[in-house]
């Protein structure tokens, strides 16, 4: 019988970084298997809609936390969050937003899943990075053929 070795899972996260530190954040989750179930680049179907309203409700859950720019994309989202010093750490708010995706998402296709395990962070350290990413996450959608997480590239 052949056993499938596992590697011990990475930890995505940044070390020695205190996620409770106030900065701004370019996060990226997925969906499970990276399968698109959110519609197309730009036009988010029903399961996009509810990503999308998830991504606007976190400040009604996290009222310090704010939502600078955001897409939903056919299998991910990327989002920037701006937190204040000494919020919940980015690891809370990101599971609570799966969370309450998953909830919604649930309600009409029970035992499916939703989301890949965990998400990306990336910590913006300066202003010219803050306008990349920002320039990125609004022109994504328009480079969804040579985007790294479309299936079809």
Not at 46 to 70: L, R
């Amino acid at each position: 019988m052949d056993y499938k070795i596992l590697r011990p899972r990475q930890n995505p996260r940044l070390q020695n970084y205190d996620y409770k530190t106030a900065n701004h954040y370019f996060v990226t989750v997925c969906t499970h298997h990276k399968q698109c179930m959110f519609g197309a680049a730009g036009e988010p179907n029903g399961i996009g809609q509810m990503a999308a309203q998830g991504i606007t409700a976190i400040p009604e859950h996290f009222p310090e936390v704010t939502v600078d720019e955001y897409v939903v994309m056919p299998n991910h989202v990327h989002v920037i969050l701006i937190f204040p010093q000494g919020v919940k750490d980015l690891s809370a708010v990101v599971g609570s937003y799966k969370a309450y995706v998953s909830k919604m998402f649930h309600m009409e296709h029970p035992g499916v899943p939703l989301w890949q395990r965990s998400f990306y962070d990336h910590v913006i350290r300066d202003e010219a990075a803050y306008l990349e990413i920002k320039r990125y996450i609004r022109e994504n959608p328009l480079k969804w053929n040579l985007d790294e997480y479309n299936p079809h590239a």
